[in-house]
């Protein structure tokens, strides 16, 4: 890859803003090495992914990182679809991400890695990042508190200049995708049959309240994949992928919602898989 022409593009989503403050320490870290990036929220308006595929039509030299919280053990139906519908690259190398609520982080890496490879993409690194339970906002003490801290966004930050050097340096190392097969083999088989479809069967329903929504619009404003009509009460549309933003912003706390037995699964997936380390980074 010359030095000249590379380009990185950051892709993520990120409902409760914890892969979204990974991708800015991935941007940080960027600018500081003098390197050229575009970042695209996909759950924010606008995102522009015209240069990605741009450049990924030219055969121009990418790298992409791309960010995914983990739900129900798997990265989001969004980011999968995204890599899914990519071009197919060459010269490009990527560096899939995830952030997890200290419960598992599953096998989301593993299957961004190999989506990511089967679009022609080469892996140039890989990291899971602890961070606070963006299910437990109610709670004083969400598991992940205070996640990802300083020494969680420097492990990314490290990552990120050693992926600039060995990609500067002409070097053709890349991170087998068997590395993010990481989790104990006795484990696997429930994390796949697990699916953000069936995570949305398990969880408690959300209800509104007519007496207390205003029909004001501001959940809808801030799905990140548009999935609220209101009608004239918020109806919740297929494409939701119960990131629980519209009950965590409503202003009106009119989404209700009983979320006893969410945290009663999330502290006994937390004791189950015992996952360590909780932040790793993972180089060719
Ligand atoms: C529906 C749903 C399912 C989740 N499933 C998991 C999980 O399987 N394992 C886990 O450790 N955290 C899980 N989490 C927590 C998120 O992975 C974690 O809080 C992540 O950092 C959120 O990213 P964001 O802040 O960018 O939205 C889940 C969160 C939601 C909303
Ligand atoms: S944000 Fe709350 S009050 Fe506003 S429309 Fe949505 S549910 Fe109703
Ligand atoms: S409808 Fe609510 S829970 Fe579903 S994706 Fe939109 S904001 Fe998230």
Redesign the pocket.
């Known amino acids: 890859m010359s030095d000249k022409r590379r380009h990185s593009f950051i892709v993520y989503i990120s ?1 409760a803003g914890t892969t979204e403050s990974v991708a800015r320490k991935i941007e940080t870290r960027l600018t500081a090495l003098g390197e050229s990036f575009t970042a695209c929220n996909l759950g924010k308006k606008p995102c522009d992914q015209s240069g990605l595929y741009l450049a990924l039509a030219a055969d121009t030299e990418t790298l992409l990182f791309v960010g995914s919280p983990v739900y129900s053990s798997h990265a989001v139906p969004t980011i999968i679809n995204f890599i899914d519908q990519l071009p197919k690259a060459k010269n490009c190398w990527a560096v899939p991400f995830v952030t997890w609520g200290g419960a598992t982080s599953g096998v989301a890496l593993h299957e961004m890695g190999k989506s990511l490879l089967g679009r022609g993409f080469t892996l140039a690194g890989a990291a899971k990042v602890m961070a606070v339970h963006s299910l437990m906002w109610q709670l004083p003490d969400p598991v992940g508190a205070g996640r990802p801290n300083e020494d969680d966004l420097n492990l990314v930050s490290l990552l990120v200049s050693d992926v600039i050097k060995n990609i500067k340096s002409g070097s053709t190392l890349q991170l087998s995708i068997d590395r993010l097969n990481y989790q104990p083999a006795e484990h696997v088989p429930e994390m796949l049959r697990l699916s953000v479809a069936k995570a949305k069967t398990i969880l408690p329903p959300r209800v509104v309240d007519p007496e207390r929504c205003t029909l004001c619009g501001y ?1 809808r404003d801030n ?3 548009s ?2 009509e209101l009608n004239p009460l918020p109806d ?1 549309l297929p494409d ?7 009950v965590r912003l409503c202003p009106e706390n009119a989404i209700l919602v009983d979320m006893k037995p969410v945290y009663e699964r999330i502290l006994s997936r937390v004791s189950h898989y015992a996952e360590s380390p909780a932040t790793e980074v993972f180089r060719p």
């Open positions: 409902p959940c799905c990140p994949v999935a609220i919740f939701c992928f119960i990131c629980f933003n519209c």
